[in-house]
């Protein structure tokens, strides 16, 4: 949400199955477990994503904070948006190419840059933040690139995402 003054203002949740977290590097593995003490990354049991765990809290954080819509890329979350739209949370579907996402993916840099994102000084955040590499079309449009394996981007995408809902309100 935007407050006056120009400042942003997210609030990031994150999740990863423990196995996962194990399967990296002591040091990577070490910053998992210190998040998850912080209360910044919830470690789910398994070796996967606990689907329905995350469902069922983000309809949690939806009755908490209404948010005005849930910006969900239609092309990844399928059994997300089946489910989510059951429970009546809103929901605006996205696309993720790079006419979508060059806008709202200058506008997080413009953020970050001139310190108007405010994202509850989440490590987590700024560990993805840091593994953020841009992909450009011909056009020069450009949009997050996939981190290579153990360097997720996935938090950034969503935030990226939610500016796109916000820029076409």
């Known amino acids: 949400r935007r407050k006056q003054g120009g400042t942003f203002y997210a609030q990031p949740y994150f999740w990863l199955p423990e ?9 990577v593995a070490k910053l998992f477990y210190q ?3 912080l209360g910044y990354l919830m470690l789910t049991p398994g070796h996967v994503i606990d689907r329905e765990l995350i469902q069922n809290r ?18 990844y979350a399928a059994n997300s948006i089946e ?6 949370t809103p929901i605006e579907l996205l696309g993720g190419g790079f006419h979508a996402m060059d806008e709202p993916t200058r506008m997080l840099a413009d953020l970050i840059d001139s310190g108007q994102l405010q ?3 989440n490590p987590v955040f700024d560990w993805m933040y840091g593994n953020v590499t841009l992909k ?3 056009q020069n449009k450009a949009k997050i690139d996939y981190a290579p394996k153990g360097q997720s981007v996935a938090g950034v995408n969503a935030l990226v995402l939610a500016l796109a809902a916000y820029l076409l309100d």
């Open 83 to 88: 489910f989510l739209s059951q429970t009546g």
């Open 35 to 37: 998040w998850a003490d």
């Open 136 to 138: 450009h079309d011909p």
């Open 119 to 121: 994202h509850q000084h």
């Open 58 to 75: 983000l309809v949690e954080i939806c009755a908490e904070l209404d948010p005005v819509a849930l910006a969900v890329d239609r092309f």
């Open 19 to 27: 196995g996962v977290a194990k399967e990296h590097g002591p040091y």
